[in-house]
Nanobody, 126 residues
Framework: QVQLVESGGGLVQAGGSRKLSCTAS????????MGWFRQDPGKEREIVAS????????YYADSVKGRFSISRDNAKNTVYLQMNSLKPEDTAVYYC???????????????????WGQGTQVTVSS
């Protein structure tokens, strides 16, 4: 498994921006698929965005398309989630995820990922 440490969560006003970071352990980070899920109390955990190892394939949930951007810096073993035009419904705990399997596409299901971070709270006030 991979150790994942998220940072960047906090309180932000609606319409604002926030950037989440996730640093992973492991010398083979460049081969991992990475992603972000989120979960609000009482709701199911949902995929936000994911990116395969080569950055060739990226997936965004419809709810965040055009507002969020996922990127990765393999030299820093870090994946980012830039969140713009935030809405109160974006409030959730955001989890960084990693898959050590090889993917030609960006994985999107909970079962596709084998490592999870501890989560970071993002609260968007109206």
């Amino acid at each position: 498994q991979v150790q994942l440490v998220e940072s960047g969560g906090g309180l932000v006003q609606a319409g604002g921006s926030r950037k989440l970071s996730c640093t992973a352990s492991g010398r083979t980070f460049s081969t991992f698929a990475m992603g972000w899920f989120r979960q609000d109390p009482g709701k199911e955990r949902e995929i936000v965005a994911s990116i395969n190892w080569s950055r060739g394939t990226i997936y965004y949930a419809d709810s965040v398309k055009g507002r969020f951007s996922i990127s990765r810096d393999n030299a820093k073993n870090t994946v980012y989630l830039q969140m713009n035009s935030l809405k109160p419904e974006d409030t959730a705990v955001y989890y960084c995820v990693a898959s050590t399997r090889w993917w030609a596409r960006a994985p999107i299901d909970v079962s596709d990922f084998d490592s999870w971070g501890q989560g970071t709270q993002v609260t968007v006030s109206s």
